[in-house]
Each structure stands twice: as structure tokens, then as C-alpha cells.
């Protein structure tokens, strides 16, 4: 797909949003998405690099609303499994698979259709050549994430700003990392749930 066709597809999504009733993330529900991201490295790492990944969520919302004002929101434990992940170096691409076994999502309260949520992430990343060159083919990647969700009547979109720390934590005698930010866009779903929706 050509990306004026992608992005005229999301703009279709986002507009036929508001139409319906929303389903929100609630206390006792689960979240399931699919989700493909991508950017480019900024100062403090290996540069001249590019990423591109693309994966599955499941995720638990645990708790009902807490916190005042607004801070107020939901906590959700959640898992990513990444079978697509590209590293374009300048040597060469890799690719890799890798899994986010550490995920932790604050959801504010929705206003109207939309629900942000900030989000700390943890995984590992196994490529099939070194990331960065003359490393190693295995990585941990640390995340933080400020992102939201447009919601819609069973199904919604995330639109998420992700900043991406990519380093192999001495496992090889280099470790210069890999530091990217990257957009990332998702359509899942929130399923179950108990309680009144704030």
C-alpha cells in the first residue's frame, strides 16, 4: 500500500470514529491489537539507522479508575509479541523477531472519544545479523510511549509517539546502542470488562 492510500485509510478510521458508541478500556477487560511502527535514530546512540516493527498485543486491564484530577486512570499489564522487526543499517538490514514481556500502561480517563495513556515497555530483540554492526544479534529494547486511543464502537485506533532504547547491556565488547523515535499506529479492541465506565 502506497502511503497516500495508508494514510487516507487511517483518516477514514479517525473520521467514522465519532459515529458510534465508544468501548473504552474497563476494570477486568483485555485489550487485543495489531500494530505496525516505524523512525529513525536520534543523538545519544548509533546514527544513521532506521527501524521498522510490527506486532500483536494482549493486554489486562487491572484496576478500576485511581488517582485525582488528571491523573486519574486505569493500570494495564500488557505483552507484545514482534514478529517483524527491521533495523536498516548502513552495512546492511536486519531482520529480527523479538517479544515485550514487560509492559506497563497508564490509562487516562477518556474525554469524549479519546483516552491517552503514557506507557513503559520492556523485550528482547533477536536479529540475524549484529544491531548495531559489530556487536551482537541479541538486544534488550527499553521503551516509553505517549500515545491515545480513538475510540469506536468495538474497535479503536491508537496513534502512539514511542521513544526506543536498543542495546545488548554488555553481552558484547561494544555496546553503543541504538536510540530511535519512532510513530506507531494500532487497531485493536477492549473485550470484557466490569463496572461503569468514568
Same mark, same amino acid.
Given at each position: 500500500m502506497t502511503a497516500p492510500r495508508w494514510l487516507a485509510a487511517v483518516v477514514v478510521l479517525l473520521c467514522a470514529a465519532p459515529c458510534f458508541a465508544q468501548a473504552a478500556p474497563? $476494570?477486568?477487560?483485555? !485489550?487485543? $491489537?495489531? #500494530?505496525?511502527?516505524?523512525?529513525?535514530?536520534?543523538?545519544?546512540?548509533t546514527a544513521n539507522t532506521g527501524a521498522f516493527n510490527a506486532g500483536l498485543r494482549y493486554g489486562w486491564i487491572l484496576t478500576g479508575p485511581h488517582l485525582p484530577?488528571? &491523573? %486519574?486512570? %486505569?493500570?494495564?499489564y500488557a505483552l507484545d509479541a514482534v514478529p517483524v522487526f527491521l533495523v536498516f543499517q548502513p552495512a546492511n538490514t536486519a531482520y529480527g523477531v523479538g517479544f515485550d514481556p514487560l509492559?506497563?500502561? #497508564?490509562?487516562? $480517563?477518556?474525554?469524549? %472519544? =479519546?483516552?491517552?495513556? &503514557? !506507557? &513503559?515497555t520492556g523485550g528482547t530483540l533477536f536479529t540475524d545479523h549484529n544491531v548495531p554492526t559489530y556487536t551482537n544479534t541479541v538486544n534488550f529494547m527499553d $521503551?516509553?510511549?505517549?500515545?491515545?486511543? =480513538? &475510540?469506536g464502537p468495538k474497535y479503536n485506533v491508537s496513534l502512539e509517539l514511542r521513544y526506543m532504547h536498543i542495546s545488548n547491556a554488555g553481552l558484547a565488547n561494544l555496546n553503543p546502542g541504538i536510540n530511535t523515535v519512532q510513530i506507531r499506529l494500532g487497531v485493536g479492541r477492549f473485550l470484557g470488562g466490569r463496572g461503569k465506565r468514568k
Open positions: 474497563e $476494570q477486568g477487560g483485555n !485489550e487485543v $491489537q495489531i #500494530w505496525a511502527g516505524g523512525g529513525h535514530s536520534v543523538p545519544g546512540g484530577g488528571f &491523573l %486519574r486512570g %486505569r493500570f494495564e509492559g506497563l500502561k #497508564w490509562n487516562f $480517563q477518556r474525554h469524549g %472519544r =479519546i483516552s491517552p495513556y &503514557l !506507557e &513503559l $521503551q516509553a510511549t505517549l500515545g491515545m486511543h =480513538i &475510540l
